[in-house]
């Protein structure tokens, strides 16, 4: 199999309320045992009724878990707005990390939605900025 390394970023619309703690907990659990076995990382965020989402790892593996995706009844309309090829990943150090949209990074991220300016590389700031994770330095 390939290890040819790619990163992409999609959004999708919730079917369900992305404001229950519940709802994302639970994504987030079986994301993070299935991306262990598969050799992804990444971060998910919940931000009104869209997921957004990064995903590193070996492409196949991406497009296997992007079947998946496009299969889960729990969201829709999957659109994805960048997918490359890279040399390090960003979020190594998770196998999904939550990203947490503070008010701050909501109207940014409402921003560039309004102005159609999301592009991937503007998401993947916003979440490395909202990762959910307690910086010891
Ligand atoms: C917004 C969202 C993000 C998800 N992210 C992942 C992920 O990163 N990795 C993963 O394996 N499954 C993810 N899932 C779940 C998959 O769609 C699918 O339900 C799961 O991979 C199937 O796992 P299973 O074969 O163990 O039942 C996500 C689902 C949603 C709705």
Known sequence: MSLRLERLVYESTATGTTTSIGNLAVILAESQRNNDRDGLTGA????????IQV???PAQTLDALLRRLE???RHRDIV???????????FG????????????HGAALDSLIDHDD???????RILLDALDVVRVN
Do not use: C, F, K
């Not at 998910?44 to 997921?51: G, I, Q, T, V």
């Not at 150090?93 to 701050?104: E, H, K």
């Open 44 to 51: 998910l965020a919940a931000h009104r009724d869209r997921y």
């Open 55 to 57: 995903i590193e790892g």
């Open 71 to 73: 299969n889960d009844p």
């Open 80 to 90: 994805l707005m960048g997918r490359e090829p890279i040399t390090a990943r960003l």
């Open 93 to 104: 150090r998770w196998t999904m990390a939550s990203a947490r949209i503070t008010p701050a």
């Open 118 to 124: 999301l592009t991937p590389a503007r998401v993947i």
